[in-house]
């Protein structure tokens, strides 16, 4: 059987609070398991977030999790070489750098300090031959310029993305994967279904950002990495593509990206 794959969460918003509880972390898995996920990828926003990303990466069970670290453009003006260090470790389950980007809906930080801590965790990519993983919101010009003129790593992806096909086309162009959340399934993201059927299956990512965006009938609800299945299941028939053959694809794209282990 093939498993899908949740190519970006953040299940330490979750377990590493006051109220943290391993037994529930153990439960949510167990519920992904059960749904049909083997694989997440728990992704860090911030030194700290990333080096709980890292630890949680020691859980063991039928879910392997694996670990980004970075530093999200609302927190770009923060000190980047803590996130530095981790990603210099050599930590085995460390397999990326993000999330990082631009972000000019919110603009929690400033846009020159959002794209100074861009293009210093691209270079990071690159020193250290891991994928990079891009948060992208309001700011693709932006995005395409400071990727042009820094290099896109090879192992690229823009998660979550809410684009248009031109910025589908644009992020393709410059040999970015694309990854769906549960987004696709909301009422008013028409322009986000369009984009989605034009993704190539070998560049197409499948994704919960769980604890948010729950996708739609689970909307007002904690997100959850079980839920990857309804977010593949409706891009698979948003596409006109079989459930199955949607699932292979993407847990293989994601395994390619993130350069994970051969499932056993």
């Not at 085995?92 to 631009?102: A, N, R, S, Y």
């Not at 393709?172 to 984009?195: H, M, P, Q, W, Y």
């Amino acid at each position: 059987m093939t498993y899908w794959t949740d190519a970006h969460c953040h299940l330490q918003e979750q377990f590493f609070g006051d109220e943290h509880d391993p037994g529930t972390l153990t439960a949510t898995l167990r519920r992904a398991h059960d749904g049909g996920v083997n694989r997440v990828v728990v992704i860090g926003t911030d030194a700290t977030n990333s080096a709980q990303a890292l630890a949680m990466t020691a859980l063991e069970g039928p879910v392997a999790v694996y670990a980004v670290v970075g530093l999200h453009p609302h927190d770009a003006s923060q000190d980047l070489a803590p996130v530095a260090a981790l990603a210099r470790s050599g930590h085995p389950k460390l397999v990326g750098i993000g999330e990082t980007g631009l972000d000019y809906y919110y603009e929690h930080a400033p846009r020159a300090d959002q794209r100074r801590a861009f293009a210093a965790q691209i270079a990071l990519a690159h020193e250290l031959d891991l994928a990079l993983v891009i948060h992208a919101r309001d700011a693709f010009d932006d995005l395409f310029e400071i990727l042009g003129r820094e290099g896109v790593p090879p192992r690229t992806v823009i998660h979550c993305f809410t684009g248009t096909v031109d910025d589908a086309a644009g992020c393709l162009a410059l040999g970015c994967d694309i990854s769906i959340a549960g987004v696709v399934t909301f009422k008013n993201a028409e322009l986000l279904r369009e984009a989605v059927r034009t993704i190539p299956l070998d560049r197409l990512h499948v994704e919960t950002d769980s604890p948010f965006l729950a996708p739609v009938p689970h909307r007002g609800r904690p997100n959850e990495p079980s839920l990857v299945a309804v977010v593949g299941e409706f891009v698979a028939a948003l596409r006109g593509e079989e459930s199955s053959v949607v699932r292979a694809a993407t847990a293989a794209n994601t395994a390619r990206l993130f350069r994970l282990p051969a499932e056993k």
